[in-house]
Nanobody, 114 residues
Framework: QVQLSESGGGLVQAGGSLRLSCVAS????????SAWYRQAPGKQRELVAV???????SYADSVKGRFTISRDNVKNTMYLQMTSLKPEDTAVYFC????????WGQGTQVTVSS
C-alpha cells in the first residue's frame, strides 16, 4: 500500500504563485504515469497535469503555460508549480499515481482571491 501526501496549498492573490508537493511512500512516480487533479466546489474532479515515467508532460488547456508538473525520483516527490494564478484555479488539488492510478492523496486546498 502506497500513501501519497500533498502539501503547499494556501491562500494567494490572483497573479501569484504556489508550488504543490506530493510525497509518495513508495517509488511509484518513476514507474507509472502520475497526475495532479483538482476539484472545485460543486464541480467534478478534473485532470490538471500528467507526467510519464519518461518525463513527458501534458496539461489541461486551462492551465497550459501557467502550471508545470515535475518530479524528483530521489525524493519520491512530485510537484506542481503554479504561476499566474486565477480565481478559477481555486480548488482542492489531489495527486494521483501508481499502477492503474489507484493511489490518491488527501488533497490540499488552493484558494485564489481576486
Amino acid at each position: 500500500q502506497v500513501q501519497l501526501s500533498e502539501s503547499g496549498g494556501g491562500l494567494v492573490q490572483a497573479g501569484g504563485s504556489l508550488r504543490l508537493s506530493c510525497v509518495a511512500s513508495g517509488r511509484i512516480f518513476r514507474l507509472y504515469a502520475s497526475a495532479w487533479y483538482r476539484q472545485a466546489p460543486g464541480k467534478q474532479r478534473e485532470l490538471v497535469a500528467v507526467i510519464t515515467p519518461g518525463s513527458v508532460t501534458s496539461y489541461a488547456d486551462s492551465v497550459k503555460g501557467r502550471f508545470t508538473i515535475s518530479r524528483d525520483n530521489v525524493k519520491n516527490t512530485m510537484y506542481l508549480q503554479m504561476t499566474s494564478l486565477k480565481p478559477e484555479d481555486t480548488a482542492v488539488y489531489f495527486c494521483n499515481g501508481g499502477r492503474g492510478n489507484v493511489y490518491w492523496g488527501q488533497g490540499t486546498q488552493v484558494t485564489v482571491s481576486s
